[in-house]
Every structure is written in C-alpha cells, then in structure tokens.
C-alpha cells in the first residue's frame, strides 16, 4: 500500500481537519495539565465533530473523522520517531 492509498482513504475536504488535528495535538502536548494519554481522544473527538459538520452526519462521516484523527496522530509520530533524537 502506498502512501497516496493511504491519503485516498481520506476525503479530500478533509485534508484540513488532518493539519487542523495536528496542530491541535501539538498545543494539547505542550499543556502541562493535559495528561498525554488524553490527547489522541481529544484530538479523535475533534476529527469527528469537524467530519460530521463538513460532510453531514452519517455513519461515513464518522468513519471518516477517525482516520483524520488516526492519520494526524500517525503524521506526528512517524515525524517524532524520525527526526527527533531520542535517549536511550
């Protein structure tokens, strides 16, 4: 599966809900009081709620707001793994 498979998955409008997400995540990160392992719900939440008023409320929609938020998450981390140096 290649990489334009994956973001044919996505409906094009939705494109901006992915960058949307990501900064989202990025801000809840950097929020002291935000526990880390809430950020992937909240930012899955959003995703949702921003499918759903875009596309109309359809079982699609939602299925569609989870791999934007999925996708964001995913974007994040493969950028993390990759360009930020970790100590081990």
């Given at each position: 599966?290649?990489?334009?498979?994956?973001?044919?998955?996505?409906?094009?409008?939705?494109?901006?809900?992915?960058?949307?997400?990501?900064?989202?995540?990025?801000?809840?990160?950097?929020?002291?009081?935000?526990?880390?392992?809430?950020?992937?719900?909240?930012?899955?939440?959003?995703?949702?709620?921003?499918?759903?008023?875009?596309?109309?409320?359809?079982?699609?929609?939602?299925?569609?707001?989870?791999?934007?938020?999925?996708?964001?998450?995913?974007?994040s981390q493969l950028v993390?793994?990759?360009?930020?140096?970790?100590?081990?």
């Amino acid at each position: 599966m290649s990489w334009e498979d994956i973001t044919n998955l996505i409906d094009p409008r939705l494109m901006i809900v992915v960058a949307a997400c990501w900064v989202i995540g990025y801000m809840l990160k950097q929020t002291p009081i935000v526990p880390d392992w809430t950020i992937v719900y909240a930012v899955t939440a959003v995703a949702i709620l921003c499918a759903c008023l875009i596309l109309g409320f359809h079982v699609e929609s939602v299925l569609q707001g989870i791999l934007c938020g999925a996708f964001s998450v995913y974007g994040s981390q493969l950028v993390k793994q990759t360009f930020i140096k970790r100590d081990k």
